[in-house]
């Protein structure tokens, strides 16, 4: 088990806004800092280039790959391939991921392929016409010389890319030569004897992203925990409907993407992929930094920075525990993984400063991403699959090759250096890397800079080097500005920058346990109504407080987040009051409800407790009745355990079903149902024993639903559902029109 916490003083340099890109200097502390995990297998919570520099630059990749599915071909390189007298970068064409949404519904059946050559080749990073109908070109040729049918092969083969040219790059600053090689040099570069060749993949296609990153903390002081996973059910009351609805919160604000840090892989993800995927949220998980550097034994570093075995096995055990289906395809609601966040501050931490730590950083890099590729392999993957990244600091990387005093963007070429020739940087990959790194990566990075400077300082630039290898940015927020103007500049420059996916906006809860500066980031800080309490995965009790949202400028920052993401702020009189989907089901719960006056919520709390006696409404008006008379009612009978009663005695708006049934509350966390199982097999009577579970119950939920219906049905002559079905809150009492929206029916006693 790790029990040190990675270093909150930790800083990151940045371009400071009207700053030269070589100054690097420290600004702010780094934004977020993983709290460590766990369990011991778990983890962590300028100027223009100059003209020589880019006389440098090769004629590199140039791939058709995941949308159209064929393997670029010689003749379809040469067709865009730049003149021979061309001194410029073109770096890669990897169209799938490059192909953003802005392409569609762009016209280029005027577009002459042969005729237009010229223009795409000159004017596409101006034009998003040019590139798109360019790229549609690029689609063609590829088809006709591979004579290959309109749409993806069923299971194409991967091919490095061809390249007629071979130049070698060196600079000053680093030891590290940076050489773009000719296909069969990048073939042995990129593949060892016996690397693996993987079907082509696909790939989503790329969409605006709008994210907010989030670490929800539930403690209210600068203080330390041992864990840092937020996916896990256990922190359930935090993101749940059932609990403050966090990721509901974010949907209303008009996000479509959640990034997460901490990633203990022994713990089961299901749930929140689940309720993102239901509240249209993309998830973007993260690799803890436990395996990389905290793991007093095993980490990377202990390793010589090779992170195969490290990363395969907690990837690995991602796979099993939610990221795949039963059916061995992705979670729909997954998009990208970050193999670790900010990597050049601290593998090791002068990255970006020693060209030999710098080399140590690639090799950490291109071996986890070939790790992946493995824990892939052997969980037999298929279908749809996810993008990987590493999301790097904005600082300038001076040991970096070709970094030209660029925040961020010598880092990226690092990395992609690294891919294509691994052995370089003293590690040979099981899997052909750079064909995969064409296919499957995305760059990102962390910044707090305004647009204006960004544009300046790095978009400007960005296309020139990846031309079309999309990027996004994984923190994002300038603490003293305005939000909304902030926001809504730099999502503007997606419209203008094809290959700018979009934010993360950093971030979703005020850090109280970092203290200090990084407090003043948060959309909500912490109120005083504890919506629940919960143990979480460190084996200690928290509180889920309700949201507080903050206020900076004279303006609520959720409200200045949701008009620029398009969506609507959440009631501020409502986040700190009680709620029926979230009270207890018993007379506090009915007080706290009551005591607000408000007959719509009553009504509401009155329906749950129906279904939890297994009970349908079936007239509305009969129910908003029967809530009036308790709502305007006082004293002794009008209290929770009347309305029970009254309930059960067959009124005319309800009705019961002989098929109630006791099952697993969807709502609760595994441990919870894992807890009430252990305490229902001991409790079994009759012909009734765990040992016969039926084998198709294969979750904690399906064998809750076999033991609770079994237990419940023992003890039916005498039996108060919210009291013998409750199970610590483990279980319920419903209908089948509420348990078979989840419930197994092979599970459930019939």
Not at 93 to 100: H, R
Not at 112 to 140: A, I, P, R
Not at 266 to 275: G, K, Q, T, V, Y
Not at 476 to 485: I, M, N, Q, S, T
């Amino acid at each position: 088990m790790s029990t040190d916490i990675e270093d909150a003083q930790e800083t990151t340099h940045y371009v400071p806004e009207g700053i030269p890109p070589r100054s690097t200097r420290p600004s702010r502390r780094h934004l977020y800092q993983p709290l460590t995990n766990l369990a011991a297998s778990g983890g962590g919570c300028p100027n223009d280039p100059r003209e020589n520099v880019a006389a440098q630059a090769s004629t590199g990749r140039l791939v058709w790959t995941f949308v159209v599915g064929g393997v670029l071909g010689a003749a379809a390189a040469g067709c865009f391939l730049f003149s021979a007298n061309r001194q410029k970068r073109a770096r890669s064409i990897v169209s799938g991921i490059a192909t953003i949404n802005a392409c569609e519904g762009k016209d280029c059946t005027s577009f002459d392929c042969e005729k237009d050559q010229g223009d795409w080749v000159e004017k596409w990073s101006n034009s998003k016409k040019l590139y798109c109908c360019g790229m549609t070109c690029l689609e063609k040729s590829i088809r006709l010389k591979k004579k290959m049918p309109s749409g993806p092969p069923a299971v194409p083969k991967l091919s490095v890319p061809h390249s007629t040219t071979t130049t070698t790059t060196t600079t000053n600053t680093t030891t590290i030569k940076v050489t773009t090689t000719s296909t069969a040099e990048t073939t042995a570069a990129t593949t060892s004897k016996h690397a693996v060749v993987h079907p082509e993949p696909k790939i989503h296609a790329p969409s605006l992203l709008k994210g907010i990153s989030y670490c929800p903390v539930p403690v209210k002081a600068t203080e330390s925990l041992k864990s840092d996973d937020w996916m896990t059910d256990l922190a359930k009351p935090l993101w749940s409907a059932s609990g403050r609805g966090d990721l509901h919160v974010m949907h209303s604000l008009g996000a479509n993407a959640v990034r997460l840090y901490g990633n203990n892989p022994e713990l089961d993800h299901a749930h929140f992929l689940d309720e993102a995927h239901a509240n249209d949220l993309k998830v973007i998980p993260g690799m803890s930094d436990f395996p990389y550097y905290q793991d007093p034994t095993t980490s990377c570093v202990a390793t010589q920075y090779n992170c195969f075995s490290q990363i395969k096995k907690q990837y690995g055990e991602n796979l099993k525990n939610g990221f795949l289906t039963k059916e061995k395809q992705y979670h729909p609601a997954l998009r990208y993984f970050i193999l670790i966040n900010e990597p050049d501050l601290k593998m090791p931490r002068t990255a970006n400063s020693a060209p030999g730590d710098a080399a140590l950083l690639a090799k950490a890099i291109v071996s986890s991403f070939d790790a992946v590729l493995d824990a892939e392999k052997d969980a037999r993957v298929v279908g749809t699959v996810i993008n990987f990244t590493t999301t790097f600091s904005y600082a300038i990387c001076t040991a970096c090759p070709n970094n030209e005093g660029l925040p961020a963007l010598g880092q990226m070429l690092l990395i992609e250096d690294a891919m294509r020739s691994p052995e370089k940087y003293g590690y040979r990959p099981k899997h052909q890397l750079y064909p995969a790194y064409l296919q499957r990566w995305v760059n990102s990075f962390n910044t707090a800079n305004s647009a204006a400077d960004l544009q300046r300082a790095f978009f400007t630039h960005y296309g020139k080097v990846f031309p079309t290898t999309p990027v996004f940015i994984g923190e994002y927020h300038k603490p003293e500005g305005p939000v909304l103007a902030e926001v809504k500049d730099i999502l503007h420059l997606t419209t203008t920058m094809p290959l700018f996916l979009g934010i993360s906006f950093f971030e979703f809860q005020v850090a109280y346990w970092k203290g200090g500066a990084e407090m003043a980031f948060g959309l909500f800080g912490l109120g005083g109504y504890p919506i629940g309490h919960f143990k979480y995965a460190d084996g200690a009790k928290y509180t889920s407080w309700c949201l507080q949202p903050q206020l900076v400028g004279g303006a609520l920052l959720p409200d200045a987040l949701a008009e620029a993401y398009g969506g609507h702020a959440p009631d501020v009189s409502e986040l700190c009051l009680p709620q029926p989907d979230t009270v207890p089901l018993s007379q506090l719960g009915y007080n706290l409800i009551v005591g607000l006056k408000d007959m719509d919520k009553f009504q509401r709390f009155v329906a749950r407790v129906a279904t939890h006696l297994g009970l349908d409404v079936v007239d509305g008006n009969g129910l908003k009745e029967f809530a009036k008379i308790y709502m305007d009612g006082s004293g002794p009978g009008y209290q929770f355990d009347n309305v029970v009663k009254d309930m059960q005695h067959r009124m005319p708006w309800l009705t019961r079903s002989d098929g109630a049934r006791c099952v697993a509350d969807r709502n609760a966390s595994t441990v919870a149902v894992e807890t009430a199982i252990k305490w229902g097999c001991a409790h079994l009577s009759g012909s009734s024993s765990c040992d016969q579970i039926n084998a198709a119950c294969l979750t904690a939920f399906e064998k809750g639903d076999w033991v609770f219906s079994r237990y419940f049905q023992s003890v039916h002559d005498h039996a108060d559902p919210l009291q013998q079905c409750n199970f610590g809150g483990a279980a319920m009492y419903a209908t089948p029109s509420v348990f078979s929206q989840h419930a197994a029916p092979q599970c459930v006693l019939p």
